[in-house]
């Protein structure tokens, strides 16, 4: 029998000294390994949006991983907030 996993939709905010043109990928792949599903909605030099969704351990997980990050960023914050499943 399946176990039933609750899913989540959050907004991370990953604010900091940000290199975009790494960090994307490594989130990417991050959130791949995690089974999460995730669409970037905005890069900058100061601030990623990224939009995730899956279980909220696994959410928690991917904001551990980012709040490390690879060598080259340094994040200050990560600001999480939930997402209603109406359409926008």
């Known amino acids: 029998m399946a176990q039933d996993q609750s899913h989540f939709r ?8 940000l290199d975009a043109a790494s960090f994307v ?7 791949a390994k995690l089974g999460l599903s ?9 601030r ?6 899956g279980p909220e351990e696994l959410i928690d997980m991917m904001e551990m991983g980012c709040s490390l990050g690879p ?3 340094w994040v200050e914050t990560i600001e999480r907030t939930p997402i209603d499943d109406q359409t926008d």
Not at 25 to 31: D, K, L, V
Not at 48 to 53: G, H, K, P, Q, S
């Open 48 to 53: 990623i949006e990224l939009e995730v969704a």
């Open 10 to 17: 959050e907004r991370m905010t990953i604010l900091g000294d």
């Open 71 to 73: 060598i080259d960023v």
């Open 25 to 31: 990928p490594w989130i990417q792949r991050h959130a």
């Open 38 to 46: 995730q669409a970037i909605r905005h890069t900058s030099s100061v």
